[in-house]
């Protein structure tokens, strides 16, 4: 009998934040294009506040969803880089009690016999 293939599902986790990071990158082209929006519309003068009004209101939720976004992003990448600096402060400690118990491997190596200065005599 074959054995029973499991189903290739992604992690819940990585899925939301690749879409997420997906979102982002799209974000600025998607904002641009409502941006200008308004130059494709009949330049009708009742209508000038109605222009300046959807793009104020544009860049307000802009400026939301960038924050959503980041705030959404954030979170992972304030836990991963809590991890790494964690694993770097490990290993710094341990390079401190190394170098602490060996003095001599913060001087830096120099010959025995050091080489001498070559005058030339016209």
Known sequence: MAAARQ???LARD???KRRLRDGARV???FGTVLV???LMWPAVPQMVLAHWVFVFVLWVVLIVLAAVLAR???DSETAS???NASAI???SLIGTARVASRP???LPDAPTNPPRAVHSRP
């Open 7 to 9: 189903p290739l599902f």
């Open 14 to 16: 990585s899925y939301r």
């Open 27 to 29: 974000l600025p082209i």
């Open 36 to 38: 200008l929006l308004p």
């Open 72 to 74: 959404g992003l954030g």
């Open 81 to 83: 880089s809590q991890e």
């Open 89 to 91: 402060a490990q290993d």
């Open 104 to 106: 001599a491997d913060l």
